[in-house]
Nanobody, 118 residues
Framework: QVHLVESGGGLVQAGGSLRLSCAAS????????MRWFRQAPGKEREFVAS????????FDADSVKGRFTISRDNAKNTVYLQMNSLKPEDTAVYYC???????????WGQGTQVTVSS
């Protein structure tokens, strides 16, 4: 059973930075793609960034390109989202997701709040 725990959210001023962490446990993640999503009040959940555990290849949403960086630490089974140049519109609950396209395992963390003040 995959288990994900996010941390690192908080309140930051516009232009500031935060680093979110997603600690994964429960099984080998070689065949998983790890993804970050976010959901602002009154809006649908949207994709932010992804990283394939096997080869580290990444993909970012256009809204965060050049500002956010997703990475992983294999030894710690942890995925990170480094967020720079934060904007008020980045305010949302950020969720970590683990997806396995082979067995269709799809697991979500509990979310962490990020608030960017103007």
């Amino acid at each position: 059973q995959v288990h994900l725990v996010e941390s690192g959210g908080g309140l930051v001023q516009a232009g500031g930075s935060l680093r979110l962490s997603c600690a994964a446990s429960g099984r080998t993640f070689r065949y998983y793609t790890m993804r970050w999503f976010r959901q602002a009040p009154g809006k649908e959940r949207e994709f932010v960034a992804s990283i394939r555990w096997s080869d580290g290849s990444t993909f970012d949403a256009d809204s965060v390109k050049g500002r956010f960086t997703i990475s992983r630490d294999n030894a710690k089974n942890t995925v990170y989202l480094q967020m720079n140049s934060l904007k008020p519109e980045d305010t949302a609950v950020y969720y970590c997701n683990a997806y396995n396209m082979y067995n269709l395992d799809d697991v979500w963390g509990q979310g962490t709040q990020v608030t960017v003040s103007s």
